[in-house]
């Protein structure tokens, strides 16, 4: 079993909302940078480490439940596949000159400098295009960014050389991506979360909003005041207009083309463009039939 080196220093377990709240984790370190893994940004980061707003309760998100479950099952396939030894961590690290920085790898690689991190991608429901052309050539690093970065804060704590990035994916398998220390990398990144910390958490200088979640987290309740426009925010208020105006068109437009796809298939489950599955129409658990139309590789 693993025994942690002088590098970490392990504490209570990260499902600790009050150990969560004394660090950055992971997760958050994505979430700083812009990435927003499991929705969060770094507002909503900056709250939660001052105490001003509960973690995201993810327990009861399917998604999170496949996750937890799959982990140690994908972990013996990924001891399967390469022959070597995994221990499973037992605890939250942080930093060593950094306590505010902190993790909680899945497993530690027996007699290698490395980790491995478990990731369940699209289980519960097929990958979209554009999310499957995140995912690279297994055995590199093309891999979607949130991930990359959650490989690297754990190498920042542990002082680890490299994460294998072990992953279920829906229609592919288990993939391994090998993530290696990148210093230049983490030392841009280290200044950021020393920023962060000390002008969020410590100074209360709170980032602006990015998401409309974000702004009901500032402004939770209103006051009743009646505000006048100046020209900038008119402008913006105009611009908002003519964008939802051209949404709304373009919903039509798609109910319109999705109603002549289904009404062409009928009683089909499948319509396939060139010799590709272009679209599905299947009867779903509860009875109901569930349209999905996707997008294929256009063939010259």
Known sequence: MLTPSTETQPVKPESDPAVRRTMIGASDG?????????????????????????????????????????????????????????????????????DFIGCHPDYFIDDENGLV????????????????????????????????????????????????????????????????????????????????????????????????????????????AVLDSDTEHEELWRNLMAIRDVKADLNAQEDDLSVKLREYMGEASVLKCAGQVAATWRTNKSGNRSFLPKKIMEVE
């Open 30 to 98: 994505a979430a700083i940078l812009g990435l927003r893994p499991y929705g969060k940004t770094e507002l909503s980061v900056g709250l939660e480490k001052r105490g001003l707003l509960a973690p995201a309760d993810l327990d009861n998100v399917e998604v999170v439940q496949f996750g937890k479950l799959l982990e140690a099952p994908i972990a013996a396939m990924y001891e399967i596949s390469t022959g070597r030894g995994l221990s499973c961590s037992v605890g939250t690290f942080r930093h060593p000159d950094y």
């Open 117 to 224: 991190e478990i990731k369940a991608v699209n289980i519960t429901h097929p990958v979209p295009y554009e999310k499957r052309l995140e995912w690279g050539e297994e055995g590199t690093d093309q891999a979607p960014m949130k991930f990359l970065v959650q490989c690297h804060h754990q190498m920042l704590v542990t002082g680890r050389s490299f994460v294998d990035l072990t992953s279920l994916i829906g229609g592919r398998g288990l993939c391994i991506y090998r993530v290696l220390r990148d210093t230049s990398f983490l030392d841009w990144y280290t200044k950021q979360l020393i920023a962060f910390w000390s002008d969020v958490v410590i100074d209360g200088r709170m980032p602006r909003p990015v998401t409309p979640g974000d702004c009901k987290l500032l402004y939770p309740k209103d006051n009743g």
